[in-house]
């Protein structure tokens, strides 16, 4: 059985930083691209960033480029997210996700439970 399981949200102030971490099981996971996907209320869920099996590719949404790094380590099966200069508006609840194919675009077939990030001002 698959199992994704999201660690580090929290409470910070604008300007701070975070470093969200995803603990994958229940299969090997390196030859597969894995993301993490943010959800505000009322909002769609919307892709942060992701990472592609072989880790030589990666994807920001445009929101986050120069502020967050997604980084993977295939021999702890754990994907990353390191969060800086945060700001209130990525407020939200973020899931690390996993796919079934190496490419960052997916599909993403394999869902964390969510951490909140509340950032305030």
């Known amino acids: 059985q698959v199992q994704l399981v999201e660690s580090g949200g929290g409470l910070v102030q604008a300007g701070g930083s975070l470093r969200l971490s995803c603990a994958a099981s229940?299969?090997?996971?390196?030859?597969?691209?894995m993301g993490w996907f943010c959800q505000a209320p009322g909002k769609e869920r919307d892709c942060v960033a992701a990472?592609?099996?072989?880790?030589?590719?990666?994807y920001y949404a445009d929101s986050v480029k120069g502020r967050f790094t997604i980084s993977r380590d295939s021999a702890k099966n754990t994907l990353y997210l390191q969060m800086n200069s945060l700001k209130p508006e990525d407020t939200a609840v973020y899931y690390c996700?996993?796919?079934?194919?190496?490419?960052?675009?997916?599909?993403?077939?394999?869902w964390g439970q969510g951490t909140q990030v509340t950032v305030s001002s």
């Open positions: 996700a996993a796919a079934s194919t190496s490419r960052v675009t997916g599909p993403y077939d394999y």
């Open positions: 229940g299969r090997t996971f390196s030859p597969y691209a």
């Open positions: 990472i592609s099996g072989s880790g030589n590719s990666t």
